[in-house]
């Protein structure tokens, strides 16, 4: 395939049924992206994708995305070992987010401090002031091992 | 509390430590919210969140987003009867993204077509075409009927 897509329908209905899917990408060319573990439906990471990192999860059943700190494709995992192969995909009504099912690979972990999900932290008020907590806090695998130098998230 | 959130500390370790929420707002304000169901963990909408948003979802329990077609406060479930009462709030590691785990009054429905989720359908490549195919269909209230004439989501 290639990597564009066909434009939206015009009219909402056509939008929201079954048919040609039609991402919606925003003014920098991206959708987000939801990523839940097959196994138990746990949310481990939200990412964006362009075009090209779609046509690339449809194509390889591997997950990529788009890095905007680093403005390239990024095949998460590539480093670390944690691939995700991708289960199934779906999108939501306006065709804007889409949502990856994955198998995670290597240390079954997503987030690039070590830990399985991105969101370890729950967030709460306390005197009226909304702090972070951390919820999980094993790590399977050492970030400093594993991307030595290399800044940010893999 | 007010509406305003400290802002992110320049040290990485800090940012991504237990302490202050210091959401990432991008360039229009916004943080991405992924919500999903407390009762099973389901997906159910994707939607977006400025501080106002933040800040009254925080103080009243209550889910309220931003409607970017709308550009305003958006109290889901307003017009439908289906608020989602917010059981926990957690946070990615570069505090950008917002997971809400959430109750469903009402119908027990978040999409604007009437079904559960909005993420009723999958993607797939057929004959080398990406396409949508509708996975789940059961309606849980006639939109026509809960918001009469008032445009796209609710």
Redesign the interface.
């Known amino acids: 395939?290639s990597s564009t897509?066909p434009p939206a329908p015009s009219d909402k209905k056509e939008l929201?049924?079954?048919?040609?899917?039609t991402p919606k990408f925003d003014a920098h060319g991206l959708v987000?992206a939801?990523i839940?573990d097959i196994k138990?439906?746990?949310?481990l990471?939200?990412a964006h994708m362009n075009a090209q990192a779609l046509t690339l999860t449809?194509?390889t059943g591997i997950a990529h995305y788009y890095s905007r700190s680093r403005d390239k494709i990024w095949k998460k995992g590539e480093t670390s070992g944690n691939l995700q192969t991708v289960q199934?995909?779906?999108?939501?009504?306006?065709?804007d987010?889409?949502?990856l099912k994955v198998s995670v690979a290597g240390h079954d972990a997503t987030?690039?401090?070590g830990r399985r999900s991105?969101?370890?932290?729950?967030?709460?008020?306390q005197d009226?002031?909304?702090?972070?907590?951390?919820?999980d806090d094993t790590r399977h695998f050492d970030p400093e091992e594993t991307y030595g130098s290399q800044p940010g998230?893999e």
Chains 1, 2 share one sequence.
């Open positions: 395939m897509f929201e049924a079954s048919g040609a899917f987000t939801v839940t138990d439906g746990e949310l990471m939200v449809l194509e199934e995909i779906r999108v939501d009504c306006d065709q987010a889409i949502w987030c690039h401090t991105c969101f370890y932290r729950t967030v709460s008020l009226g002031k909304a702090v972070t907590t951390i919820t998230k």
